[in-house]
Nanobody, 130 residues
Framework: QVQVAESGGRLVQAGGSLKLSCTVS????????MGWFRQAPGKQLESMAC????????FYGESAKGRFTMSRDNALNTAFLQMNDLNPEDTAMYYC???????????????????????WGQGTRVTVSS
């Protein structure tokens, strides 16, 4: 059984930083492209970032560019999302996603991810106070 599990979400003050983590079980982590989405209250899912199996390719959504960095450590079976200079508009549930694929293109950021990503976590909540 495949399980995707996020952690690291919490309440943080505006201007602060937070690092989210994502682990996957039931699949070979090094075979996976990984990504992060978020959904703010009352809003649609928004793609944030995605990374290829070896970290060689990364793509970022508009809201993430310049402030967020995605990385991975295959030895730890973990993907990360480092978020800096947070503001209240970053308040959302953050979801980690995984897909067994070698190639990665900017399509990983397309739409709500339903067609691209097979495996989703339950989410971790990030709240940014002003």
């Amino acid at each position: 059984q495949v399980q995707v599990a996020e952690s690291g979400g919490r309440l943080v003050q505006a201007g602060g930083s937070l690092k989210l983590s994502c682990t996957v079980s039931g699949l070979t982590f090094a075979d996976l492209a990984m990504g992060w989405f978020r959904q703010a209250p009352g809003k649609q899912l928004e793609s944030m970032a995605c990374i290829s199996w070896n970290g060689g390719k990364k793509f970022y959504g508009e809201s993430a560019k310049g402030r967020f960095t995605m990385s991975r450590d295959n030895a730890l079976n973990t993907a990360f999302l480092q978020m800096n200079d947070l503001n209240p508009e970053d308040t959302a549930m953050y979801y980690c996603v995984a897909e067994e694929r070698v190639s990665l293109s900017s399509e990983c950021l397309t739409g709500d991810g339903a067609e691209y990503w097979d495996h989703w976590g339950q989410g971790t909540r990030v709240t940014v106070s002003s």
